[in-house]
């Protein structure tokens, strides 16, 4: 199964591809997709739906696993991320990907064993499972690619009945 993990901003955008056969990974492509915040927003919105779907139709993955929301102060930043959410949704429906949603803490959970786990230990685990030599950056991109692998297992479960 090719999976696409988002995490989804409106500055940046990360994305992660992964194969995922019989308990392996395989990593596809990486990265993060930007935008500059000199341009208006709706602009900004254009260039993340363009650029993610130009990557689905590259990469054709299955499946896509996108980071829910979650914010504790910030009202605007949190509408503005939730348009970027939405650009990314719309992008991966509109090339008929399953998709499914995982809050940070279940991400945290599915790779490291502990919802409450640090970035540190996220990126770590997502190196570390996906044997690469280092992690990847920006940030955004480990984000997405933990995204992924926590599908991958969440899926993997799924299919054995343990979920």
Known sequence: MRIIGIDPGYAILGYG?????????????YGAITTDSKMAMPDRLCILYDSLSEVIKKYEPEEA??????????AKTAILVGQARGVAVLACAENKLIISEYTP???KQGLVGYGRADKKQ???MVKA????????????????????????????????GIL
């Open 65 to 74: 696993s996108i980071e829910e929301l979650f914010f504790n102060n910030n």
């Open 17 to 29: 591809i992964i194969d995922y056969k019989g308990n392996r990974f395989e990593v596809v492509d």
């Open 129 to 160: 499972i996906l044997n690469l030599e280092k992690v990847p950056k920006p940030d955004d991109t480990a984000d997405a690619l933990a995204a992924a692998i926590c599908h991958a297992h969440t899926t993997n479960s799924r299919q054995k």
């Open 122 to 124: 996220v990126q770590y």
């Open 105 to 107: 803490l279940q991400i």
